[in-house]
């Protein structure tokens, strides 16, 4: 009996000793505990498998979906010409609604109208039509007279686009606009033009009472050209030396004097007496009496002042110098008037 106790192992002594199962272990409570868990586990199994079973049938669909678009008969490639399957050529409907296509070609805008001729007027006045609504022109497109009608095409300010016969178009100052029937008073040219001096220094208007004068001051001492009149005041042709103004330019008559040669200060580089007809050079001289240069006959010059004998010239091109009293005779207008901008032809 001891023998064969000692080949046992040690935990099976322990289960010879009678508290080595302290409580009974195949009861009908553990069996039914143990059959419970059992089946819920086979559940759990059949669970996962059903799972995974779906996600392999949705996996082999959309395998082969992305097959028959992208390599098989569905396959849009290769420039094919053949609709694949027998399938129509009707767009696959999304639900919206799809806009209908039209050959026709679209619209073409119309170009924008040229300006309209609103009115028709006649002019109080003969006057330089302008490029630009504003004075110090250089030049015009044309003079519109008391006999023609005009159209208005745009105002702007003071200011109208006016329209003649040809279709040229040239800003005026509105003042001159008047309407058909209309019995007032209107422009008139003096019989026989003739020439005034500017008194005390004076900025000349773009017509008769423009409340702000537009133009540029006149000197004193300046000769200026009447050719037209209107209630007290007089339109002027004057000379410039910078540039050819041609708008109309109108002051007073009350802001003028007489003609006296002895105050003009404006006159013409040329001698009242020569010998034959040999024209002298006429010499323009510095500060010191060094000679400059030689004026042409006939330059147009404004006398500054005087120093040394000399009068104290300006001319055009911002010429400056001095010159012998001897080489000047008065009024720049002695000879044939051609235009606004104060240009003359110089006869003997």
Known sequence: MN??????????????????????????????????????????RRSWRLRFGALGAVA???????????????????????????????PFPSGLPTPPTSTEPLPTPAPSPSPEVKTVYFLKGPVQALPESQPYA??????????????????????????????EAGWIPSWYLVGEGDTGERVQPVDETYDMIVDKPVTYRLYPGEPEPS?????????????????GWVEIIVVTYDSPYVENKWVRKDEL???????????????????????????????TGKETQELPALTRVYIQG????????????????????????????????????GEAEATQ
């Open 3 to 44: 023998k064969h106790k000692e080949g046992r192992p040690e935990w099976f002594e322990r289960l010879e000793q009678e508290d080595a199962f302290p409580g009974r272990t195949f009861t009908a409570d553990t069996m039914d505990r143990i059959e419970r868990r059992a089946l819920s586990g086979q559940a759990i």
């Open 60 to 90: 082999c669909v959309v395998g082969l979906a992305i097959w028959l678009v992208a390599a098989g008969p569905l396959a849009g490639g290769g420039g094919s010409d053949k609709t694949p399957l027998g399938v129509t050529d009707v």
């Open 138 to 167: 250089s030049r015009s497109i044309f003079e519109g007279n008391t006999t023609n009608t005009y159209g208005v095409a745009e105002i702007a300010g003071e200011y109208v686009k006016i329209v003649n016969d040809a279709g």
């Open 215 to 231: 133009g540029f001051e006149l000197w004193s001492g300046k000769v200026v050209h009447v050719v037209r009149e209107y209630e």
């Open 257 to 287: 004097i007489p003609y006296d040669e002895t105050k003009a200060k404006e006159g013409l580089v040329f001698r009242k007496e020569m010998k034959g007809n040999i024209v002298p050079k006429f010499i323009l001289y510095d500060e």
């Open 306 to 341: 005087e120093k040394n004998g000399r009068y104290w010239i300006t001319a055009g091109g911002g010429l400056s110098g001095y010159l012998d009293k001897k080489d000047f005779i008065p009024n720049p207008f002695i000879f044939k008037v051609i235009d606004q901008s």
